[in-house]
Every structure is written in C-alpha cells, then in structure tokens.
C-alpha cells in the first residue's frame, strides 16, 4: 500500500527558511518520479517541484531559485527546502507521484500545513 507522509510544515515570518521532508513507502522509490504540490486557500492545487528518478528538478517560475527539491533513496525520502518564503506560499504542501505537465495523481494524503507570516 503506498504511504506518502509529508512533515515540516509551521508558520514562518515572510522572509524565513523551511524544509519539508516526505516519507514513502509500500513501492519501489528509487524509480519514482517525485513533486510536491501546495493548494492556497481558495485556490487549485499546483505542483511547485518535480525530480525524476535521475535526480533532474524542474520548477515553476514562481518558486524557482527559492525552492529546491531533493531525494535521499537510501531512505525513501524527498524532501523540499524554502527559502526566502513569501506570504504568497501559505498553503498545505503535499508530495505525490510525478505524472507529467498538468496531470495530477487522483490520491492524496494529508499534507503539512505551512503558513508565511508577513
């Protein structure tokens, strides 16, 4: 069963640093291609990070030079480190299946809760 748990999240002053870390479990990592997603309050989830299983990253313009996905396969783990956050990226950051441009997985788990104090 796949188990994706994401930890990390809490409130920050606009300007401050956090890293998010995503445990995973019940497939094989290593192969996986991994994103995180936030959803803002009011708004569509969006993907703001992306690493295939060769350790290629891609971002959105939005977050690109603040934001920066990694993966540690030896723990199953990926994570996502902010810095220079913006009240803008208040949101519930989640981490899933990379599936490509625009496609979004149909599961999702909790998240963890990041709030950007201005």
């Known amino acids: 069963q796949v188990q994706l748990v994401e930890s990390g999240g809490g409130l920050v002053q606009a300007g401050g640093s956090l890293r998010l870390s995503c445990a995973a479990s019940g497939f094989t990592f290593s192969i996986a291609a991994m994103g995180w997603y936030r959803q803002a309050p009011g708004k569509q989830r969006e993907l703001v990070a992306s690493?295939?299983?060769?350790?290629?990253?891609n971002y959105p313009s939005s977050v690109k030079g603040r934001f920066t996905i990694s993966r540690d396969n030896a723990k199953n783990t990926v994570y996502l480190q902010m810095d220079s956050l913006k009240s803008d990226d208040t949101g519930v950051y989640y981490c899933n299946f990379y599936l490509g441009a625009g496609v979004y997985p149909k599961t999702w788990g909790q998240g963890t809760q990041v709030t950007v104090s201005s």
């Open positions: 690493i295939t299983s060769a350790g290629r990253t």
